[in-house]
């Protein structure tokens, strides 16, 4: 079985930049058909697709966090990471990883348990 597991800072200062790191274990982030991806939910509010990453290692972006977010990988760890630069209070939300098969959609076959990310100073 595939899992998720997010690592990361809970707490991020204003204007930094937020570092998230997937690990995965039980498949290979190789593996063919599916998306790797970042997703995040704010208090109060639904999921947002924030960008994947493919499993030819491909990158792509929601069009509203692009400027702001990048999403590589390192295939000798199994692990893929999330950067969100110049980050806001409204950047404060419980993210996720997860591997999915349809571009652009939230919903995952498998998502680690999140991981609550607080901007403030």
């Known amino acids: 079985q595939v899992q998720l597991q997010e690592s990361g800072p809970g707490l991020v200062e204003p204007s930094q930049t937020l570092s998230l790191t997937c690990t995965v274990s039980g498949g290979s982030i190789r593996s063919n058909y599916y998306y790797w991806m970042w997703i995040r939910q704010p208090p109060g509010k639904g999921l947002e697709w924030m960008g994947a990453i493919t499993s030819e290692g491909v990158s792509y972006y929601s069009p509203s966090l692009k400027s702001r977010t990048s999403i590589y990988r390192d295939t000798s760890k199994n692990q893929f990471t999330l950067h969100l630069s110049s980050v806001t209070p409204e950047d404060t939300a419980v993210y996720y990883c997860?591997?999915?098969?349809?571009?652009?959609?939230?919903?995952?076959?498998?998502r680690g348990q999140g991981t609550q990310v607080t901007v403030s100073s």
């Open positions: 997860g591997r999915g098969r349809v571009f652009g959609s939230t919903t995952s076959d498998y």
